[in-house]
C-alpha cells in the first residue's frame, strides 16, 4: 500500500511539473524566434490565463477545465487526465501548485499556431491525502519552457509543451 502510494506520488511530481520535459535545444526553431514587443504582451497574458485554468483544474480536480486549456490532441492533456485521475482515486487533493509566469522570451507566429519560449516556475505545493497527511513537493525552479498554441473553437490553447535544455 505504501509502495503504490509512493510510486502515484512520483508519478504526479513528474506529470505536474510540465511534463513532456524531457528538454529541448534551444537550437529548435531558435532563428526565427522574434524578440517580444509590446504588442506581443497579450501572449503573456493568454498563457498566464491557460496557467491559472491548469491550477484550477488541478486543486479542484476538475478534469473538465483542461479542455478550456489543451487542445483535443495535446499529450500533455492526457498526461494531466491521468493524473487528476490518479488524484481522484486516491482520494488526493494538490494544495498550493501555482506555475508562475515570469517572462515571455520570444514568439514565434508560424502560419497555425505560435510558439512561445518562456521562463517560469512552480514554488512548493503540498499534496493531501483524506486522512489530512502532507505530502511536501519540491516545485520547479525557473527554467525555459516551450509551449506551442494552436487555435481551437476561437481559443488559443496549449498543443505542446516542453522545458527546454538549459
Known amino acids: 500500500m505504501v509502495l503504490a ?3 502515484g506520488l512520483a508519478v504526479l511530481l513528474g506529470v505536474v511539473l510540465w511534463p513532456g520535459a524531457e528538454g529541448k535545444s534551444g537550437a529548435d526553431g531558435a532563428a526565427d524566434a522574434a524578440p517580444v514587443t509590446d504588442g506581443d504582451s497579450a501572449w503573456y497574458e493568454q498563457l498566464e490565463q491557460l496557467y491559472e485554468l491548469r491550477s484550477d483544474a488541478f486543486a479542484t480536480r476538475q478534469v473538465e477545465l483542461l479542455s478550456e486549456v489543451y487542445t483535443a490532441g ?11 485521475e490518479s488524484l481522484r482515486s486516491q482520494d488526493r487533493s494538490v494544495v498550493g501548485f501555482a506555475p508562475t509566469l515570469s ?14 519560449v518562456v521562463r517560469d516556475e512552480i514554488a512548493p505545493f503540498t499534496i493531501v491525502d483524506a486522512g489530512g497527511t502532507e505530502m511536501p513537493v519540491a516545485g520547479r525552479a525557473s527554467s525555459e519552457v516551450e509551449f506551442t498554441l494552436e487555435q481551437e473553437a476561437g481559443q488559443w490553447l496549449i498543443a505542446e509543451v516542453s522545458r527546454r535544455a538549459e
Open 5 to 7: 502510494a509512493l510510486v
Open 74 to 84: 495535446s499529450r500533455q492533456l492526457r498526461v494531466d487526465l491521468g493524473t487528476i
Open 103 to 116: 517572462e515571455v522570451l520570444s514568439v514565434t507566429h508560424e502560419s497555425d499556431s505560435v510558439v512561445l
